[in-house]
């Protein structure tokens, strides 16, 4: 180990933390800290809040170390030797063959999984397969040490005697990216495709640009050897000389997250395996339409969230309802995302329903009196309705075009979009146009002795609205039953001195007699007399009748 030590530069190395080089099917989030301490031989774990923790002992000088895509650990030791570490400490054999690995040093992972090696004492970039094949990949590098991998897939390599910073192309091809740079060991890529290199010497982190404009980060570290970036964006620097680990913001605040490591080298980021959270939306809903066209205020329930990692209050839990809810079904996106960004999602179901009918208000039922041909037409009114969901329903009524004699009822309907109806009826009473008559004018009572034959004679009296003269004749019917005007016309006479003619009737005693077949005799009774106008209006008068013998 002192011989180790005592070289003039030290091997290191760093891993590119991404999902490439993550646990597969689960996300890179930060997690603990895997150092190789170099003076003790152990590989540690250091949590992100400072808790040091023995991983495996007994390894020789480890110098570099990288998380591969199982979460193994892969370490380069001082004997040659390319070994891997399970998280419980297991310790295996990958490769050994120092002469042919001439001095491993920094270690990181491609995209094919393959582990990417520097050889210090042979200046050699090899590939080494998890089965242990080993290739060299490109030689001639000057005392080569950390090794990354940048976006492309391209190998960022340190040159601690050209004090450069190279790119090795997987062919081979080695080109230039910096120069000048004070002991480089480390590096890393950063989130946004720049290096990050530790120079020993100097004591310094830099961001080297991928066109070699070189910037410092930080200074007044340790000797800062290893260098890795964390998921959010931070370094973490391994301080050899003070036995710290370190974090390092981008913009150069350093905190120092643990101490009293033995020669801390290399570091690695573990991936956690963050499992997504999960979400039940809660139950479908079915509404009632509260309002025109939806529904608001729709209570959806709360969904049941639960994540193996993240408390529930630390849990994100969003939809994409919008109110108000449309008549019909609405699929509700329900989504839960966790503090490592993983999402689920569910859907719920929402209905708004319209089971309401409207409210309908009907103009009120009337008496109306014959105006026309069988009856009487006119403005019956309108009815209004009302509907929570549909601002317009429609108001239907079966009202005739003509309301004969007596009742007719009238049923009013609203009707909403969805076919919701409310009735209502209203009755319409039309009752004859009433006249004047005197039967047996000029005499009271009006005695009739149905013994004898003859005519009943009787007036119908001309008003400002009736013209007596206007009736038809042979619609007359007395109690029910039609009587005959013996002469078959009427006479027209001004009885009642006004200046308007009258309709003088002589009813056939035979048929007046008839209809009052059922009264008592010797008693004045109420007759009524009906008929239409030529124009088919009805009419009708009451007079009296005292039968005095049948």
Known sequence: ?????????????????GSTYAIQNAEAVPGDFIVAENGSDELSRVTPSGTITLIASGITGPVGVAVDTNGDFIVTDGNGELLRVTPSGTISLITSGLGELGGPHGVAVDTNGDFIVTELNDGKLSRVTPSGTITTIASGLSGPLGVGVDTNGDFIVTESNSVELSRVTPSGTITTIASGLSGP?????DTNGDFIVTENSSGELSRVTPSGTITTIASGLSFPFGVAVDTNGDFIVAEDSSGELSRVTPSGTITTIASGLSFPLGVAIEPTSNSPPEITAPNDVTVECNEPGGASGVDLGTPTVSDNEDAEGDLVVENDATEPFPLGPTTVNWQVTDTGGLTDSDTQTVTVEDTTAPDIDIPAGFMAIANTLGGWAGDIGQATATDVCDPDPVITNDAPDVFPLGDTVVEWCATDDLGNKTCDDQTINVKPLPVEIDIKPGSFPSSINCKTPGFVPAVIFTEDNF???EIEIISMELQGIPVTEIHDTLHPEDVDDDGDLDAVVH????AVCEATSDFPLKESVEVTLTGQTTDGIPFEGIGDIRITKR
Do not use: C, Q, S, Y
């Open 507 to 510: 009813l056939e005693k035979a």
């Open 1 to 17: 180990m002192d011989a180790m030590r005592a070289l003039p530069v030290l091997g290191l190395f760093v891993v590119l933390l």
């Open 185 to 189: 060991f480390g590096v890393a890529v």
């Open 467 to 469: 013209d007596a003269i």
